[in-house]
């Protein structure tokens, strides 16, 4: 079954008395348990299309559906019930609450749902032990590498059990080998069952994805296996 699919979607921004067509009527799905770069020059719409996909943002025209969910039309209080619920978020600089230590981050998506403190402790804790942090539940970011940062992040965008990871350049701050270390977790996550999106313009980082979606001056120009 399909958990992203766009049809036609046109984004358009403002730009002063005229507007810049980011994404120009791009058609794509993206089925359960995929793993999917999303790939193309710089200005090319990946960030663009990364925000729709998201929920961040809604198209200028065409439909987006999540987890068949029509959400085109939908306000921002209805795109950030819906982010919540279904999408995990990972970002290139691991925004981490640096005053927060590790189990405390990873409990904030939790917190928003509304579950209960032990619950929600339960949880992160199990989330930190399987991406290999069960050592570091008490330290906070600052105290740890890139990789572990890193780490702790997916923890969290995976601690609501979301239908979708979306990760903007996940590798991008970390070195390399730290970076395939993060790769593979992506890989074994997507394993049991979790569709993953990278938004990249590495190839290493779009080696581990099942295929790649590569953007042009707003079109899709590849997306087949
Ligand atoms: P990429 O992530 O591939 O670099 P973007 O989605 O950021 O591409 O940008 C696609 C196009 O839309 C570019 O021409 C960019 O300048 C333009 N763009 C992106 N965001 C905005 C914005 N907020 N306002 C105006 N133009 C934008
Ligand atoms: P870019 O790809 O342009 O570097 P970022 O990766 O920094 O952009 O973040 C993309 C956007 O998503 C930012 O505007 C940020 O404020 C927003 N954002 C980040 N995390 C979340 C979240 N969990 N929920 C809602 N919005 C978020």
């Known amino acids: 079954s399909c958990v992203v699919s766009g049809r036609g979607v046109v984004k358009d921004y403002p730009m002063g008395g005229i507007s810049v067509r980011a994404l120009d009527g791009v058609d794509f799905d993206i089925h359960a348990g995929e793993f999917v770069s999303i790939m193309g020059p710089s200005g090319s719409g990946k960030s663009t299309l990364m925000h729709i996909i998201g929920c961040l943002d809604v198209p ?3 439909l987006i559906e999540i987890d068949g969910i029509d ?3 939908y306000s921002e209080t209805e795109l950030a019930k819906i982010r ?3 999408i995990g978020f990972v970002f290139q600089q691991f925004f981490l609450l640096p005053r927060l230590n590790l189990i405390e981050n990873v409990e904030v998506p939790l917190l928003y749902a509304g579950i209960d403190y032990q619950k929600r402790r339960q949880k992160a804790v199990e989330m930190l032990n399987a991406v290999g942090l069960g050592d570091r539940l008490y330290h906070k970011p600052g105290e740890l590498s890139g990789g572990q940062r890193q780490r702790a992040a997916i923890a969290r965008a995976l601690v609501n059990d979301p239908e979708i990871i979306l990760a903007d350049e996940p590798t991008g701050a970390l070195d390399s080998v730290t970076g395939e270390k993060i790769l593979e977790l992506f890989k074994g996550i997507n394993k049991k069952g979790k569709t993953i999106i990278v938004v990249t313009h590495d190839n290493e980082v779009a080696s ?11 079109k899709i120009v590849e997306s087949a296996l």
């Open 71 to 73: 959400v085109s039309g």
């Open 84 to 86: 919540n619920k279904k």
């Open 60 to 62: 200028t025209s065409g």
């Open 208 to 218: 581990y994805a099942d295929r790649t979606i590569r953007l042009r001056d707003g």
